[in-house]
């Protein structure tokens, strides 16, 4: 009884939970053991739009031909608040967030982020609309365009062409959370277009930025707190010629055991080469932030295994120095105001994003597949997250 007044606290409040151990965690992986990836229809893509605490986001990364990189994202949000002491209600916020980082060594990244008025969708739920913003999936889903004019700074209009099967890992690509997991109380799913062509521009005060490069694409939903689902994050995505690879992981709280959840896949053109449950994220070195206590990596190995459709085993690596970082976020400086309600309730907590990106000398892509070795040099864009 202890724990459930605690649990009905921590969501309204946003207050740590009590301790469930890893039993009360049901991770994708799981799922991954029989059914290692799924190929995305049309209906995978739908916005779940949870009428209780979530934040789910469509994001899209952009690697440009004149050496940009980019993200255009739509976050829709819903925060439980405290209207009486006996009461508690939901906020549904949205926003559309853009980044781009120049390669030159002195021009800071350039950051937008409005919040939204009069969201929407379309009746499939596969677009996404308000005032200023389109998100749009084609009728054969094949083919996202994004436009933005929320902000001046930058107009967004750009098109996402789908160069091999999305994917999700294990049947649903959800791992769930509860002490009844056959009713749980909380969810982590992601989806994922690992290739894709992209065209267009973003413009800016100081001109137009061309974004014809490739990209990759990830729809997330955290259906509960996101500090509550996860304590750590690892992200990364590859581009080069001839192959993509993506990784996401997170470390859950104490709350869930600590456990590490690790998804990802590998495509090239037309097809996926393998996806599921068994990479990994390494930080082989760190240093100190002064301005805090977290351990900001400098260099990583990322490792992706598995097996293609007909039974070769596949293994792929990327590692070394991830030299100068692009960025370090300060998220409760930075981001939306109803994010910061979501973990304001943690006394002390302090997250911060590392983005990263090396590029001299960029780090190699290499891949075993069978007897056949290859190495390959492309674009590595990676994240390391850390909230409590």
């Known amino acids: 009884m202890m724990n459930w007044a605690k649990k009905q606290l921590a969501d309204v409040a946003g207050t740590q939970e009590p301790i469930y151990g890893p039993t009360a965690i049901d991770s994708v992986a799981n799922q991954a053991k029989t059914t290692p990836y799924t190929e995305l229809k049309k209906e995978d893509l739908k916005w779940t739009a949870m009428e209780s605490t979530c934040v789910e986001t469509q994001t899209f990364y952009l690697v440009a031909e004149s050496g940009h990189l980019g993200m255009a994202q739509v976050i829709y949000s819903n925060v439980a608040v405290l209207a009486y002491l006996w009461q508690s209600g939901i906020r549904t916020t949205c926003q559309f967030n853009t980044k781009i980082f120049y390669r030159d060594g002195k021009t800071p990244p350039l950051w937008s982020s409005d919040p939204l008025q009069n969201h929407g969708f379309d009746e499939e739920k596969v677009s996404f609309y308000a005032d200023n913003v389109a998100v749009s999936l084609s009728e054969d889903a094949n083919q996202y365009t994004i436009k933005s004019a929320t902000n001046e700074k930058s107009i967004v209009n750009l098109t996402f062409t789908k160069q091999a099967p999305g994917f999700l890992v294990g049947k649903d690509g959800s791992t769930f959370f509860g002490t009844d997991l056959k009713e749980p109380w909380g969810i982590m799913r992601h989806s994922f277009w690992p290739r894709n062509k992209v065209e267009g521009v973003i413009i800016t005060k ?32 590859f581009q080069s010629p001839t192959y993509s690879a993506v990784m996401m992981e997170y470390t859950t709280p104490p709350s869930y055991g600590s456990t590490v959840v690790n998804i990802g896949g590998i495509a090239k053109d037309g097809e996926i080469v393998t996806a599921g449950a068994s990479s990994s994220a390494t930080h082989t070195e760190t240093k100190d932030d002064n301005t805090n206590e977290w351990p900001e990596p400098s260099a990583a190995q990322f490792l992706w295994g598995g097996k293609t459709k007909d039974g070769q085993a596949v293994n792929a690596s990327i590692e070394g120095s991830l030299g100068p970082r692009l960025d370090k976020v300060d998220i409760m400086a930075e981001v939306p105001g109803f994010v910061k309600a979501i973990v304001g309730g943690v006394a002390g907590t302090k997250p911060y994003i590392y983005q990263f990106s090396p590029s001299d000398p960029p780090l190699p892509f290499k891949i075993k597949i069978g007897d056949e070795e290859v190495e390959e040099q492309g674009s590595l864009f990676a994240e390391a997250t850390f909230i409590s």
């Open 206 to 237: 100081d001109g137009e930025v061309d974004f014809k490069g490739s990209g990759f694409f990830v729809h997330a939903l955290q259906g509960m707190k996101p500090h509550h689902a996860a304590a750590q994050w690892n992200f990364v995505t």
